[in-house]
């Protein structure tokens, strides 16, 4: 093994048998596509799926449970708002973020410190105690962790174990392997960082010793994260570890289909040691595997390891950091010399062997379902195999006369736990009857404690033929009760044959209908099996999603309570606002209103929710629907002048309602108090009013000119006298009326020198040229008129060019 030490503490490993017994096969390297390869033609869409993710992880997920797989893939839909499974292949084929993401959700990664709690419990009763005994100082054990997630379980056992090595005194080492499909699970678990929320799992007494308080959580130990090695490895491709004393899989195969699951039990056979254990979880069992594992707590799931070969297919596929292997350079005659050269010759074993094999009796070792593990000696003469299907059953191979007594003696042994011997059984063996003698031996296997039977046959005495066929023709005996009584035990023996074979072929029947009921019970307990398995992965899922529903339940109330702070605030603000506001949805219902606005469209809070022109307002508006759908429909805001009941002024401005992306969700009405400015505007347009039936009154003629000196209005005496017209004039700078006729320098100096200082200028002579009334003797009388909002001059002129004094 390669191992490197990260900065966390916990060893990174790149896995690889240490043992021979696996064949590795070196896979083809293949150029990184740009283009995304197309789909095998017979897929359907989830097959499109699994194909997507074995191109971006690797991972093969098409032998998995189905159900847990559409039940993930409907989860990631639902997030995504994608309702068509084709849609969603779209979007992973297009997206490789959500395929990532999907890739994660599929690897469920629940599970915690210490889950359940009984089964550490048995571990240090029944597990640890064995194994201790079976360690010589300075051992080691190892232990693996498939599908280990974060790092919980695997933290978990090397806490347990470690102290009870320490409670022991025992000088062990120990080694605890996890392995996960999850990279970020994985690096996660090399760190050893966990929340406080572990304090409900871990005692303080061990929180205390084995852990390290930070704050953000707490941290593993250094002593333990050195016990400690995680690898990224898929369970049902790669090559497993070896020489391994507990193999901890627990609620990994509820993902597995059945060929997956049959598929691991092999692997687990092998990477244990003679004397090995299996953890299991609560709704697990190794299936059809127990040929393999023997179960010893059924409670707990806990198995140990039969001592038979096993027939896993071991061949895996080779990473890419197993380098081409030289072939050896010694020729084939040389290696196969040193193969085949005998070690030292034990004398003892060879004679043992001899003694055994020549002088020993006949016999084979079965199991408890009278299947054949080994032959011993020559069992020819007892045992011939039947026309039909391979079978290692040893009533199917024995010869048919020693099957009814070997049925009874492996009967009576079984039920009395004793050696049973039935001898004088007739056989005959190549044409010539023998007494046949049978003993079964029954035994047990430490620390399984699994029966074993030794059956054993002794060939005895011949039967002398030639006595017993003059008996069968009547021949000449010594009395004639003696041959009443032979003939009486012969009928007596013929009777109990008879009866015996009649027993037999009941209880042949008997067998095929509990064998047959047996099936059924097999067939209905692999589909409570795969009920259970399915509902510890369902309950795996809702364990997963009540976490993501707890971390949301945080967020929501977070929002929540940010929701009720901005609720506040906008009350608050609105509230303040001295300004009636009416906000409504689409379907023009009232949905919020400032207390102003309350007044005005004479609202109580039951109104909320009613639509606007159902409600009687205190204003005189009588098309505000109109305006509001209008506002919709165009987007533009619309502005106009309304009244109360009461004849107060105010603007009514509608806007659209946009919410933050940007999408129109009603409108807001609001009103702005423009009552004073009405009244201004009112009084403004009857001074105008005034102004204007003066200036068309006086026979003076008269000009009033604004800031800039431009004509703003004149009397109808000015516009005669000097033969202005009115349009032409208005607007126009004075001195530039007519034509330029009044440029005049002692006007300008008039009205920008001289009428700024003094502000009153009284009997201004001025002498004009025009080009139709001649040259004209002008006096002006002009006023500066001061104003908030602009101010004003007027003029008065007078034509005293026939006047020879002023009147």
């Not at 195999?385 to 391979?390: D, I, K, L, M, N």
């Not at 063996?429 to 430490?446: C, D, K, M, R, S």
């Not at 047959?516 to 795969?530: G, H, K, T, Y």
């Not at 000119?705 to 000097?722: E, G, N, Q």
């Amino acid at each position: 093994m390669r191992r490197c030490d990260p900065p966390g503490g916990a060893h990174c490993l790149r896995a690889r048998p240490d043992r021979p017994g696996i064949r590795l096969i070196r896979p083809r390297t293949k150029a990184r596509a740009k283009e995304p390869e197309p789909f095998p033609e017979s897929a359907d869409a989830l097959g499109k799926i699994f194909f997507l993710l074995k191109q971006n992880s690797t991972v093969d997920f098409s032998l998995y449970k189905h159900t847990t797989l559409r039940r993930r893939i409907s989860r990631r839909m639902v997030l995504q708002r994608i309702e068509r499974v084709e849609d969603y292949v779209s979007l992973l084929r297009s997206n490789r973020d959500e395929l990532e993401a999907l890739f994660r959700d599929l690897l469920i990664n629940v599970t915690c410190f210490f889950r359940d709690k009984k089964v550490y419990t048995a571990l240090k009763k029944k597990i640890v105690p064995r194994l201790l005994k079976g360690k010589a100082e300075g051992g080691e054990i190892r232990v693996w962790v498939p599908g280990c997630a974060t790092g919980e379980e695997v933290y978990s056992l090397a806490i347990c174990l470690s102290e009870e090595i320490t409670r022991t005194s025992h000088n062990l080492k120990l080694q605890v392997f996890g392995t996960d499909l999850s990279e970020p699970a994985i690096a996660k678990a090399r760190v050893g960082h966990f929340p406080d929320l572990i304090a409900k799992d871990v005692s303080p007494e061990r929180l205390r010793r084995f852990f390290i308080k930070t704050a953000t959580g707490y941290q593993i130990s250094r002593g333990i994260r050195d016990l400690c090695t995680f690898a990224r490895q898929n369970l049902c491709e790669d090559p497993p570890f070896s020489r391994l004393d507990i193999v901890s899989c627990r609620n990994v195969l509820i993902y597995l289909g059945p060929e997956l699951q049959k598929r691991c039990m092999p692997v687990f056979h092998y990477a244990l040691n003679p004397v090995g254990f299996l953890l299991l979880g609560t709704s697990e069992t190794v299936g059809p595997a127990t040929d393999l594992f023997t179960l010893i707590d059924k409670r707990n799931k806990i198995y140990v390891k039969k001592n038979v070969t096993s027939t896993a297919n071991l061949e895996f596929t080779a990473k890419a950091f197993l380098a081409t292997r030289p072939e050896p350079t010694t020729n084939s005659q040389t290696s196969r010399a040193e193969i085949t050269m005998p070690g030292p010759i034990d004398l003892q074993s060879q004679a043992d062997r001899i003694i055994l094999t020549q002088y020993a009796p006949s016999g084979v070792i079965i199991d408890t379902r009278m299947r054949v593990h080994e032959f011993r000696g020559r069992t020819g003469r007892f045992l011939e195999h039947a026309p039909g299907a391979a079978t290692l059953n040893l009533l199917q191979m024995v010869r048919p006369g020693l099957v009814v007594d070997l049925r009874t003696a492996i009967h009576r042994a079984l039920k009395e736990d004793d050696t049973v011997r039935k001898e004088g059984i007739p056989l005959k063996i190549n044409g010539h009857p023998y007494e046949v003698t049978i003993a079964v031996v029954p035994f047990t296997l430490a620390p399984s404690g699994e029966k074993w039977l030794l059956v054993l046959f002794e060939e005895g005495r011949a039967i002398d033929t030639e006595k017993t066929h003059s008996l069968a023709k009547g021949g000449k005996v010594s009395s004639d009760g003696r041959d009443t009584e032979i003939h009486r035990l012969r009928s007596e023996l013929g009777a109990n044959k008879q009866s015996l074979q009649a027993i037999i072929e009941e209880q042949e029947a008997t067998n095929e209908e509990l064998k047959s009921a047996n099936e059924e019970i097999e067939s209905s307990n692999e589909e409570l099996q795969s009920t259970n398995e399915e509902l510890e992965t369902a309950k795996e899922e809702l364990q997963s999603t009540n976490e993501e529903l707890t971390t949301l339940n945080e967020e929501l109330s977070n929002r929540n309570i940010e929701m009720a702070q901005m609720n506040n605030d906008l009350t608050n603000l609105l509230s303040s606002i001295n300004i009636p506001i009416l906000m409504v949805d689409n379907s023009l219902a009232v949905r919020r209103a400032t207390p102003l606005a309350e007044k005005l469209f004479n609202l109580i809070p039951s109104d909320i929710g009613r639509r606007l022109s159902d409600l009687k307002a205190n204003l005189t508006i009588s098309d505000i629907d109109n305006m509001i759908r209008e506002v919709l429909e165009s987007l533009t805001t619309r502005e106009s002048k309304v009244q109360d009941m009461q004849g107060h002024w105010y603007s009514l401005r509608i806007r659209p309602y946009r919410t933050r992306d940007n999408k129109i969700d009603g409108a807001v009405i609001t009103l702005v108090d423009i009552d004073e400015e009405q009244q201004n505007i009112s009084r403004l347009e009857l001074a105008s009013q005034h102004t204007d039936a003066i200036l068309d009154t006086v026979y003076e003629p008269l000009a009033m000119l604004d800031a800039d000196l431009k004509v703003r209005k004149a009397s109808r005496a000015f516009y005669k006298t000097f033969d202005l017209n009115r349009k032409k004039t208005e607007g126009l700078h004075f001195c530039e009326i007519g034509a330029g006729e009044w440029d005049v320098q002692q006007i300008r100096n008039l009205l920008e020198i001289m009428l700024p200082k003094t502000r009153r200028i009284i009997d201004f002579p001025v002498e004009v040229n025009f080009r139709r009334l001649g040259r004209r003797k002008l006096v002006f009388n002009a006023r500066r008129l001061e104003s908030k909002e602009e101010p004003l001059v007027l003029l008065a002129i007078e034509d005293v060019t026939n006047h020879q004094t002023r009147r």
